[in-house]
């Protein structure tokens, strides 16, 4: 087979991202992994579904220090808004 020309990535676009965490997870991981979801487009979707209402602060202000360094904070503030910690 020929592959040449074949491509094997696709510019980002809208997405979404379910994160499931109990109080044992990383809020930092966390928060970059909703965030890398966020950034693909004003309408993308990123859930978090947590137990510990402790994770859920954390993970919020993750995100807010995260966000401050993102090249693209602009579209992922907008995905963002209409996102939910659960």
């Known amino acids: 087979n020929d592959f040449r020309g074949a491509a094997i990535d696709m510019?980002?676009?809208p997405s979404e991202v379910l994160v499931i965490a109990d109080e044992t997870a990383d809020a930092?991981?966390?928060a970059a992994d909703l965030?890398?979801?966020a950034e693909h487009g004003p309408d993308s979707q990123v859930v978090l579904v947590?137990?510990?209402p402790v994770?859920?602060?954390q993970v919020t202000d993750a995100v807010q220090r995260q966000l401050k360094e993102l090249s693209?904070?602009?579209i992922a503030e907008k995905a963002l808004a209409?996102?939910?910690i659960i």
Do not use: E, N
């Open 50 to 52: 947590t137990p510990s």
């Open 11 to 13: 510019p980002a676009g």
């Open 82 to 84: 209409s996102s939910l």
């Open 28 to 30: 930092d991981f966390i």
């Open 55 to 57: 994770i859920a602060d």
């Open 35 to 37: 965030l890398s979801q």
């Open 72 to 74: 693209r904070a602009d």
